[in-house]
């Protein structure tokens, strides 16, 4: 069974980089990896994901260019770094783990999920 846990959510000023880790009990060596994110009132939406073996990944069309993941498999851990934060990107942001290669962009398509941690972005 594997469980996720998130953690490096605060609130920041436009602009500034953030980066959110989740943190894996059990192995995730195998698995696909994504982060979503639900802002109040809107339905949970793909950020981005990572291959099992790191070596692939895709993001939203809409924050390319500003996130970024990783992985490191020997901690079971990932990372998404957020940078020249917006707004916008207020939300509350979960880890996701599927078994499989491709980080697929739908929340049903993921089984294991952590239980979010709060973003918030000030102008």
């Known amino acids: 069974q594997v469980q996720l846990a998130e953690s490096g959510g605060g609130s920041v000023q436009a602009g500034d980089s953030l980066t959110l880790s989740c943190a894996a009990t059990?192995?995730?060596?195998?698995?696909?990896m994504a982060w979503f994110r639900q802002a109040p009132g809107k339905e949970r939406s793909f950020v981005g994901g990572?291959?099992?073996?790191?070596?692939?990944?895709n993001y939203a069309d809409s924050l390319s260019g500003r996130f970024e993941i990783s992985r490191d498999n020997n901690k079971e851990k990932q990372v998404l770094q957020m940078n020249n934060r917006k707004p916008e990107d207020t939300a509350v942001y979960y880890c996701?783990?599927?078994?499989?290669?491709?980080?697929?962009?739908?929340?049903?398509?993921?089984?294991?999920w952590g239980q979010g941690t709060q973003v918030t972005v000030y102008s």
């Open positions: 996701a783990g599927r078994n499989g290669r491709t980080p697929y962009p739908k929340p049903y398509d993921y089984r294991y």
């Open positions: 059990g192995s995730t060596v195998r698995y696909t």
């Open positions: 990572i291959s099992w073996d790191g070596n692939g990944s």
